[in-house]
């Protein structure tokens, strides 16, 4: 029996006979990858591993994770925006917390945590270092030089990172295909959403409606998204003044962009129908008021809001980026637009709206299309592979270093 029991252990036990201490180092303790970080904590077996959160400073999380028992470490002077000097500060901490804390892996999140967590990783000796791609800091919309800039820098902190995880599959196919993940290092997962998204339904449509201050009759699109260049807003209002004039649209969120949101809101005269609510605490309560779920982003991993709509029952219109065509299947559970053209996506939104029956037809679908899939247990269970299989395996750069 004690043979078997053996066998059974996990490797990261039997190797460290204790605990997985892990340092989980995002940029923005927010939602998306920020959302993304916490539900993965929660999830993983308290039992097995031990997790410290490590991000900038007023991260809306912070509280549930403390509460849950998850030790967070805000972090001054982690910026999302390129600043040389910011950001050699931030290494500097980020070494030096990390060091303090004698963690066996470190799992990075997004471009900016990602880059200075594995570097800051390898320097104190972390044995173990993985790296979350909720999409890639270089797309299309760049000018090349800049996109070939972040490729090499990816490239170069690929050759310091022991294993990768993937929002989706056509991200992790994308950073075998660049040369950002060797294949046998890498490994997609489902972007999990919380428990307690309500249906659709009328009363929780009404409800919806009553907390948004929108007509119960009229027609609604809306989006969760922060206002910021990735999430495309002001391609979003383009769109939108080209559809009917009783639909109104609901963006939930904020960010640097929304001065520039608002002017163009203002400009094309859609104040009155065209809402920006800022960052709310009761998104699920309000997904069911919407007639249909738009994302305009020019980039993405796999996003959770997508999801969230998929569940909550709301058709979804989003832009055909990275690995969202894996749930979002084009007339069947919903419709794609071309991304950085305002022009497509109000075609696809005008479609949605004028064919409710049909929309109808995506939701049920969609619903059936990503199942059980993206629940935390889910990604909770990926994770714990995940670490197995990075201590099970070794350290590849390690390898690399002594061949």
């Known amino acids: 029996m004690a043979v078997f029991e053996q066998a ?14 892990i340092a989980q180092v995002v940029t923005k303790f927010t939602a998306g990858a920020g959302g993304i970080t916490l539900r993965g904590a929660l999830a ?31 972090l001054r002077h982690m910026s999302p925006h390129v600043d040389f000097r910011e950001d050699v500060r931030g290494l500097r901490e980020l070494t030096a917390r990390l060091g303090e804390g004698g963690f066996d892996l470190v799992h990075t999140h997004s471009a900016k945590a990602g880059a200075l967590g594995r570097v800051a990783a ?14 890639f800091p270089f797309h299309e919309f760049q000018s090349p030089l800049r996109r070939r800039a972040y490729l090499a ?34 490994r997609a997962i489902a972007s999990p959403v919380d428990d307690g998204i309500p249906r659709v339904s009328p009363a929780t ?23 910021d ?35 163009l809101i203002e400009r094309l005269g859609l104040g009155d129908r065209f809402l920006l609510v ?26 959770c809001s997508v999801v969230e709509a998929m569940t909550c029952g709301i058709p979804v219109v989003a832009t055909a980026v990275n690995s969202v065509p894996e749930i979002v299947v084009p007339g069947r559970t919903g419709l794609l637009a071309r991304p950085g053209d305002p022009a497509s996506l109000s075609r696809a939104l005008r479609h949605a709206l004028d064919h409710p029956r049909e929309a109808t037809r995506w939701a049920r679908a969609a619903r059936a299309h990503i199942g059980d899939g993206f629940r935390p247990e889910v990604l909770g269970r990926d994770l714990a592979e995940c670490y197995e299989s990075v201590v099970e395996l070794g350290g590849w750069c390690a390898e690399a270093e002594a061949a």
């Open 44 to 74: 993983l077996d308290h039992e097995r591993y031990a997790s410290t959160i490590l991000a900038a400073g007023g991260g809306w999380f912070g509280d549930a994770a403390r509460c849950a028992g998850i030790d967070v470490i805000e």
């Open 122 to 135: 390898r320097r104190v000796g972390v044995p173990f270092v993985v790296h979350s791609f909720h999409g």
């Open 153 to 186: 820098l990816e490239r170069k902190l690929a050759a310091i990172t022991d294993y990768f995880v993937t929002d989706g599959t056509v991200v992790a196919a994308e950073a075998v295909r660049l040369g950002l993940a060797p294949p046998e290092r890498v």
């Open 8 to 21: 059974a252990q996990p490797a990261s036990e039997a190797k460290l006979g204790r605990r997985l201490r």
């Open 205 to 227: 449509r009404a409800e919806a409606r009553l907390l948004l201050g929108v007509p119960a009759a009229a027609k609604l699109v809306g989006t969760v998204a922060r206002l």
């Open 278 to 303: 800022g960052n709310r605490q009761d998104v699920p309560r309000l997904l069911p008021g919407l007639d249909v779920f738009a994302m305009s982003s020019l980039y993405e991993g796999l996003p």
């Open 229 to 263: 260049a990735q999430k495309a807003p002001l391609d979003m209002v383009e769109a939108f003044a080209a559809l009917a004039p009783d639909v109104y649209m609901v963006w939930i969120g904020d960010g640097e962009l929304r001065g520039r949101t608002e002017a």
